[in-house]
């Protein structure tokens, strides 16, 4: 139900953009978010964002850098990661809430055991 695409290599100071597709459930009513893994680490929380989109969240390893959006018409939720750098290297994954009406906290918003829904992830590479 959440299919990420859009990742691939980058150099350093470069950007890339993800997507996420979703289907099957309430997405204007769902927190989303976007969370990387690197080889050896935990899986962290980088940005998410409100059910409205008005809300947005983000890890201070990726403010003023990533940018996180959604378009409910088109059930997307996007990435844009700009001035990449090489510890950004991760499997980006994409998730989503069911109906959640409350508003969270940033550290809610980024903990990975907020979200129920999940894809299968899209490798990001900067070199």
Excluded: H
Aim: include cysteine; hydrophobic fraction near 30%; proline fraction near 2%.
């Amino acid at each position: 139900q959440l299919v990420e695409s859009g990742g691939g290599s980058a150099q350093a100071g470069g950007s890339l953009r993800l997507s996420c597709a979703r289907s099957g459930f309430k997405y204007s009513k769902s927190y989303m978010a976007w969370f990387r893994q690197a080889p050896g680490k935990e899986r962290e929380g980088v940005a998410a964002i409100n059910g409205a989109g008005t809300t947005t969240y983000y890890s201070e390893s990726v403010k003023e850098r990533f940018t996180i959006s959604k378009d409910n018409a088109k059930r997307a939720l996007y990435l844009q990661m700009d001035n990449l750098k090489p510890e950004d290297t991760a499997m980006y994954y994409c998730a989503a809430t069911g109906m959640q009406w409350d508003t969270w906290t940033t550290i809610q918003a980024l903990d990975k055991e907020s979200y129920i829904y999940w894809g299968e992830g899209t490798q990001g590479t900067v070199s």
